[in-house]
Antibody, heavy 116, light 106 residues
Framework: EIQLQESGPGLVKPSQSLSLTCSVT?????????WSWIRKFPGNKMEWMGY???????NYNPSLKIRISITRDTSKNQFFLQLNSVTTEDTATYYC?????????WGQGVMVTVSS | DIQMTQSPSLLSASVGDRVTLSCKAS??????LNWYQQKLGEAPKLLIY???SLQTGIPSRFSGSGSGTDYTLTISSLQPEDVATYFC????????FGAGTKLELK
């Protein structure tokens, strides 16, 4: 069974960087799928942030392109999100997900608050 | 980016009702449309992909249809466990989501 689990700090200060890890079990991230980050804002709006493919290429939401980086560690079967220069508007629940035709597999999500 | 508009935002229905949720895209998305169910405190679950393909393990009372800019998720006979928020998502360009329809029991 494929499982994803997000981890990282729940509180980040404005102007700092947000860093999250997604650990994948039950599947090797180089075997298939595109490994995505998605966030859900207070009020329910969801935003796809970007993905790293199983081959290691990346694709980002144009609205985040200058602030976002998604990387991976294949030896640990993990992929990572870094979002720079955060503001209070980046407060959201962050999910990692495996993308095929749809987002087939999701982590439980981690709530991140941006506040001083 | 492609805007997705879902209606209604809130829907009350009774057990056994046929329920229809709508999703409209701001431009033609050529059936690249998925539906998700999210229950309170849980991650979203993929129900339908490419407009009308049922994800493995999803009950057959869920079905999808549509083309062009207009898409529909139908629950043929509402069950208590179907109480959730339902999101549509297009992938004709980078993925974007609708704001969701919250489905509650009357």
């Amino acid at each position: 069974e494929i499982q994803l689990q997000e981890s990282g700090p729940g509180l980040v200060k404005p102007s700092q960087s947000l860093s999250l890890t997604c650990s994948v079990t039950g599947y090797t991230i180089t075997s298939g799928y595109d490994w995505s980050w998605i966030r859900k804002f207070p009020g329910n709006k969801m935003e796809w942030m970007g993905y790293i493919s199983n081959s290691g290429s990346t694709n980002y939401n144009p609205s985040l392109k200058i602030r976002i980086s998604i990387t991976r560690d294949t030896s640990k079967n993990q992929f990572f999100l870094q979002l720079n220069s955060v503001t209070t508007e980046d407060t959201a629940t962050y999910y990692c997900a495996g993308l095929n035709y749809g987002f087939d597999y999701w982590g439980q999500g981690v709530m991140v608050t941006v506040s001083s | 980016d492609i805007q997705m508009t879902q209606s209604p935002s809130l829907l009350s229905a009774s057990v056994g009702d046929r329920v229809t949720l709508s999703c409209k895209a701001s431009q033609n998305i050529y059936k690249y449309l998925n539906w998700y169910q999210q229950k309170l405190g849980e991650a979203p679950k993929l129900l339908i992909y490419y407009t009308n393909s049922l994800q493995t393990g999803i009950p057959s009372r869920f079905s999808g249809s549509g083309s062009g800019t207009d898409y529909t998720l139908t629950i043929s006979s509402l069950q208590p466990e179907d109480v959730a928020t339902y999101f549509c998502q297009q992938y004709n360009s980078w993925p974007t989501f609708g704001a969701g329809t919250k489905l509650e029991l009357k």
